[in-house]
């Protein structure tokens, strides 16, 4: 009978062993719209065109007229800074490779670190000069080692703009001085500073309150004040000129998260300040972030029909999410993972996802993948599998 029984089994596996990929039922439901995290709120802020964003998630904790297009002055160097970072990385650029001041650098106006043709710094130097001090002279040195001429980097500025999707900016230099042309908007200039704030090598100029070049002949003071007196300030670059009044990126950093406050055509320094420190108190006090994880170990996920015959599950991604503090009684963390999964299976493969909810509104799903392949039982797997079981049958 245990004979007759196993040859039977084999007959019944063959045509699942050799079928073509079998449809895939998916074990769960599709994913609905995420909602958006945070709330409308009424913060009394001097200036007219402000907005606060969570830095990892990106998202938007408060806004005012955050999509007018406003000059942003010297906070034009974010986007000057980021190309730069990323020269950097791509290896086009190195901190201690040495750079040639030209003419068109020197002769730049407004805030400069008194550059001299023909002299010649580190690109660490100039990060310096340009994070801390604002040089505009600093920031033309930047653009023709990155792209030859100023021309052409701004063209790079703009490429990247629109890489980033910042649809309320066009770029005509690298540095900020008014120009009826140069324009940007609060919500363009917080998109660029995270991106910026993603080279966490930035922070090493942008938080130094005091520095120097010329062998510490010429100092170097931040104008970003917060730096000095902002707990947990990591940056990150200012802007004033006439047409533009007062501006600010500021970011700062607590308890694992980062806020970006950017601050439009303040009346003045006084107001700037204020109003990026109004809305970085708000944001510190009210939200908070949590990082999707399960809260325990993941169990294997058993195989059908596979040479193995289970799956570890493993996150996709690590996924933060923002919520407000006075919530967090009301978030709900689940687990969904298959009860089993039909060989092949390949890596990175939807297993099920995480859910994070709080008061039935869906604030992240982050998918469990499997973290290795498991191919498909072949004809000669089940043979010799069924070999085994009758030759253990024949002993007993």
């Known amino acids: 009978m245990r004979r007759i029984f196993c040859l039977l089994l084999i007959i019944a596996l063959l045509p699942v062993c050799f079928a073509d990929d079998a449809e895939v039922v998916d074990m769960w439901e599709p994913a609905e719209d995420i909602a958006v995290s945070g709330v409308a709120g009424v913060l009394d802020v001097p200036a007219p065109s402000v907005l606060l964003m969570e830095r990892s998630t990106g998202t938007v904790l408060y806004e005012k007229n955050a999509d007018e297009k406003l000059a942003p002055a010297s906070v034009t160097k974010v986007m000057t800074l980021l190309l730069t970072m990323e020269a950097i990385e791509r290896g086009q650029l190195a901190y201690d490779q040495k750079l040639t001041v030209s003419r068109a650098a020197m002769r730049m106006g407004g805030s400069t670190a008194f550059l001299h043709e023909g002299e010649r710094y580190t690109v660490g130097e100039m990060l310096k000069a340009v994070t801390i001090a604002s040089a505009n002279d600093g920031s033309v040195v930047l653009a023709e080692a990155i792209a030859g001429t100023e021309e052409t980097f701004v063209a790079m500025m703009n490429e990247r703009a629109a890489q980033l999707s910042m649809t309320g900016t066009n770029f005509v230099n690298c540095h900020g001085l008014d120009d009826s042309r140069h324009y940007t908007t609060a919500r363009d200039i917080a998109v660029m500073s995270r991106e910026l704030l993603s080279h ?176 498909k039982l072949t004809w000669w797997d089940v043979f010799k599998r069924m070999l085994g079981l009758l030759t253990m049958s024949a002993r007993s």
């Not at 070049?213 to 006439?242: I, M, P, S, W």
């Not at 420190?277 to 972030?289: E, H, I, P, T, V």
């Open 200 to 375: 966490k090598d930035i922070r090493t100029y942008s938080t130094v309150w005091l520095d120097s070049l010329r062998d510490g002949t010429f100092t170097l003071a931040n104008t970003n004040r917060l730096v000095r007196y902002y707990e947990g300030c990591t940056g990150l670059k200012t802007g004033t000129t006439g047409k533009a009044g007062s501006c600010i990126s500021a970011s700062a950093e607590r308890d694992g998260m980062e806020l970006i406050a950017v601050v439009m055509r303040a009346a003045n320094t006084d107001d700037r300040y204020e109003s990026a420190r109004k809305m970085l108190d708000y944001g510190f006090a009210g939200y908070a972030s949590m990082t999707v994880w399960p809260d325990g170990v993941l169990m294997p996920v058993p195989v059908l029909l596979g040479r193995g015959t289970e799956v570890q599950p493993v996150m996709e991604r690590e996924e933060t999410v923002i919520f407000e503090k006075h919530k967090k009684a009301f978030l709900r963390k689940t687990v969904e993972l298959a009860e089993n999964v039909q060989a092949p299976v390949q890596k990175g493969q939807k297993l099920g996802e995480i859910v994070v909810e709080c008061e039935g509104a869906v604030l992240a799903r982050v998918p469990i993948v499997a973290a290795s392949d498991v191919e």
